[in-house]
């Protein structure tokens, strides 16, 4: 089987690394702080001391990080040790420039792939992600099966610029059902009678990620990604919902909690 390093194992990184591990492929791992790679390597995986150690005999590699200056460190480390021949798929949400960037600073014979996952922890746990290719993924399908559905989005590039579009929906959505709850707490309307009323109206999806439990997506992350769909058009609506993650992100108890926290931060401010 093909030798995989996959860097990077935050929330959703080290959930799906031990799905691709529990797969049986050889799997390097690299995380900037070593100890959260630990249980991995107690499960077979073997630790990388740098980006660069962890790819030079990988086939397939595979980042999933934090933002686009961590990825572009990363970048920096490891695009001069891949060979002829290695797949590197890009799944960190970053926007559609970076990963082009990325592409053109490749050597000939190394194949990009850019593929954003929608989801949080719970699918990638269950290898049930929304995996958003752009880019020739023929040859990678068979390892991406293992974390997802592949929906081909196109060209290199097309694959971040739909999470974009996909995430933004969601955390306006959430930021929507937010501002609803503080609403009905203004009104004096019970909780669980003012979320059932919007439960079971057009908003039900959101309304449910809102008020998730044992799932993560930060709520740092959550601005992160609506940040980047400000900077490519003017969206009035989604600046208002960048003002609502930014200044939840800004409490330190509930920067890298779950956007449920950020729900609770919208309902208090408002």
Excluded at 2 to 25: D, P, S, T, V, Y
Excluded at 79 to 97: F, H, K
Aim: aromatic fraction near 2%.
């Amino acid at each position: 089987m093909e030798k995989i390093a996959f860097l990077g194992l935050g929330h959703m990184g080290a959930a799906m690394a031990r799905r691709l591990l529990a797969a049986g492929f050889p799997l390097t791992v690299w995380n900037r702080t070593a100890e959260k790679a630990e249980p991995l390597v107690a499960e077979g995986a073997t630790l990388a001391a740098s980006p660069a150690e962890a790819v030079r005999d990988a086939d397939v590699v595979i980042t999933m990080l934090a933002n686009p200056v961590a990825l572009d460190a990363v970048a920096g480390a490891i695009a001069p040790e891949l060979r002829r021949g290695t797949t590197w798929v890009e799944m960190s949400t970053v926007g559609p420039d970076v990963v082009k960037e990325l592409a053109a600073r490749l050597g000939q014979g190394v194949t990009f792939v850019d593929a954003p996952v929608a989801g949080s922890t719970d699918k990638a746990a269950a290898g049930q992600l929304g995996i958003l290719a752009g880019g020739e993924v023929t040859g990678v399908g068979h390892v991406l099966v293992h974390l997802g559905t592949v929906t081909r989005t196109g060209p290199v590039g097309s694959g971040a610029a739909l999470k974009l579009v996909v995430n933004t929906a969601v955390l306006g959505g959430v930021a929507l059902v937010a501002e609803s709850m503080a609403l009905a707490d203004k009104l004096g309307i019970e909780e669980s009678v003012a979320r059932a009323a919007l439960a079971s109206g057009p908003l039900g999806g959101a309304v449910g990620r809102a008020f998730a439990e044992d799932v993560h997506f930060a709520t740092a992350l959550a601005a992160k990604d609506v940040a980047l769909a400000t900077k490519v058009a003017e969206l009035p609506v989604l600046d208002a919902v960048l003002d609502h993650f930014k200044r939840a992100a800004a409490d330190p108890a509930v920067a890298d909690a779950d956007i449920a926290m950020a729900v609770e931060h919208i309902r208090r401010s408002a």
